[in-house]
């Protein structure tokens, strides 16, 4: 049941009052991280394109020396598969940084700035408030952090050579 009135306010006392969505202002982040197709689109053609490049040589001797499913994904898939699920990575981060579009057409930063993303600040600030120079600050806060999180996935992915 929905109360609307100034004592309720549109605060919702039925069996759905603990579903998040997109206007609770618990967290409603969650609710606006995975509209974005596109990205996912993207990131799946990826996973699918890699998996198709692994070959089935491969995969059957690791199965014929003895390796099940889960051994046969992680120890010879996922390494062949690495420089693809790094691409994919960087999409998923750079555009979760970067999507100003998908939380000002959904939430507006809202309820609260509960929504509120870095580029959705800068926005807010350079445009909203007309201060170009917080906003050009934040800019360069921002493309740091992504160099940053672009740097610590290519050290965490990092594939070293073995000599034989």
Do not use: C
């Not at 100034?6 to 609770?24: H, I, R, Y």
């Not at 807010?124 to 806060?141: T, Y």
Request: no cysteine.
């Amino acid at each position: 049941m929905l109360v609307v009135g100034p004592a309720g306010a549109g605060k919702n006392t039925g069996p759905a009052a603990a579903v998040d969505g997109l206007g609770a202002p618990r967290r409603p982040v969650f609710g606006v991280a995975p509209t974005d197709p596109l990205v996912f689109a993207l990131v799946t053609l990826l996973l699918l394109a890699a998996m198709q490049t692994v070959p089935h040589e491969v995969i059957e001797s690791a199965r014929m020396d003895g390796a099940n499913g889960w051994q046969t994904v992680r120890l010879i898939m996922l390494p062949l598969m690495l420089s693809t699920l790094v691409v994919a990575l960087f999409s998923l981060t750079l555009s979760g940084m970067n999507g100003v579009g998908m939380v000002f057409s959904l939430t507006g930063g809202g309820p609260g700035t509960s929504t509120e993303v870095l580029s959705y600040l800068l926005y807010s600030i350079g445009w909203g408030q007309r201060e170009f120079g917080r906003a050009a600050a934040l800019a360069m806060l921002i493309a740091v952090v992504n160099w940053l999180l672009i740097m610590g996935t290519l050290r965490v992915t990092r594939v070293e050579e073995r000599s034989v």
